[in-house]
């Protein structure tokens, strides 16, 4: 998430917004993430998946298993589908299913680190008329970046690929995970993303890797990274205009969207590994109506969270509950991160004038400051 404001804002809704809400109140499929592949040609430091290298031969979803999956997607009414990885170019058949996905309707997301985006490649991604191409880059220079993803050269390569995209008008997004090596170059990594003729977006989530290891914990922002990042981007009215009640969702999981792995497992989120069906045990729309799993994430409100409920912050928080389960064990209980930069968010509101001085830090949290 950026920290300019929180993820929803439910007053003045678009007419997208509308729909949205609705598919969520309706249970009705609007997105899907799938992660085509976990094979990937960097090794990314803070990576929360285990990859393996792009020679691996795991047992990935056929070619014609993805079409399949991709009618019974369309079937469903779904719109949105995002394409991912590992990196999704590894495989040899990343265009075959990326142009079915076309011919069935769906808004194409693609993400990728760019590295095997060549002409002929880029030619390819153009002829989708993809959404959108999110590349993902760690540093506002080649050091940085390349800290990162252990991988020489990927800075340059990555770079190509905005450049070769852009001749060929397909819209790109420039992704950032903000970590501790690469926050304060957070107006370089702006700056540099304008000059690519991208969307600049950021994230200031770091995750434990899927299998619980916290390797990549090492690379969270501290509490003054937080503190001197929301001093630099945060837009205080987003914030001290948020209403939130007992009913409140402070999750949309389980209620429009789903994950499919590359072995087909399906899960609410890429966050909640839930396994909840696989699609090549049974049909899409099987697994989306009859799940029992679906109707107990779908409800949980802010009533259902005993101490998030009677919090002091949770204006100034956003909670991912696939975060409270992944670190503390309990779906339902404060993640910790989310309370350090609810923390931090405080902090930077007091000192612009929007929260008063003595705005309370909760019982629960005090040893965290």
């Known amino acids: 998430m950026s920290v300019e404001g929180p ?7 678009t007419p997208y917004d509308q729909i949205v809400a609705q598919t969520r109140r309706e249970h009705r499929l609007f997105s899907v993430h799938w992660e085509l592949t976990y094979r990937c040609n960097q090794q990314c430091s803070h990576c929360y998946l285990d990859v393996c290298p792009p020679s691996a031969a795991p047992d990935e979803l056929s070619t014609a298993e993805c079409f399949r999956v991709m009618d019974e997607l369309a079937e469903l ?17 990343w265009f075959e299913i990326a142009r079915y996905a076309r011919t069935r309707k769906f808004l194409l997301r693609l993400f990728t680190n760019g590295i095997l985006i060549t002409p002929r490649v880029a030619d390819q991604m153009a002829e989708l008329h993809p959404y959108a191409v999110e590349i993902s880059v760690y540093g506002a220079d080649a050091e940085t970046h390349e800290r990162i993803t252990r991988r020489a050269r ?3 390569l990555t770079r190509r690929a905005f450049q070769l995209l852009r001749e060929r008008g397909v819209h790109t997004v ?7 090596e690469n926050v304060r170059q957070f107006h370089a990594l702006r700056a540099l993303a304008d000059s690519l003729g991208a969307r600049f977006r950021y994230d200031i989530t770091i995750t434990t890797k899927d299998d619980g290891g916290r390797a990549p914990l090492a690379h969270r922002l501290t509490y003054d990274d937080l503190v001197w990042l929301f001093r630099e981007a945060i837009d205080p009215a987003l914030w001290v205009e948020r209403k939130l009640t007992p009913q409140t969702r402070t999750c949309a999981i389980a209620t429009n969207a789903l ?29 989306w109506q009859a799940a029992s799993a679906w109707n107990e994430l779908s409800h949980i409100t802010l009533n259902d969270l005993p101490v998030c409920r009677v919090c002091e912050l949770q204006t100034v928080c956003v909670r991912c509950h696939g975060l409270a ?3 503390d064990g309990d779906l339902r209980a404060p993640a910790t991160v989310n309370c350090l930069e609810a923390l931090a968010r405080r902090q930077v509101l007091i000192e612009k004038g929007v929260l008063p001085a003595d705005f309370p830090i909760p019982a629960h949290l005090r040893e965290l400051v």
Do not use: Y
């Open 259 to 287: 994950a499919i792995d590359p072995q087909g497992n399906v899960s609410p989120c890429v966050q909640v590994r839930q396994r909840i069906g696989n699609v090549r045990e049974q049909s899409l729309r099987e697994i």
């Open 154 to 156: 990927s800075f340059e």
């Open 77 to 93: 009414g779904a719109l949105n589908l995002t394409l991912s990885g590992g990196e999704m170019l590894v495989r040899h058949d």
């Open 325 to 327: 389960l992944l670190e």
């Open 174 to 180: 420039f992704k950032t995970p903000l970590m501790r």
């Open 7 to 13: 993820a929803t804002v439910p007053e003045n809704q």
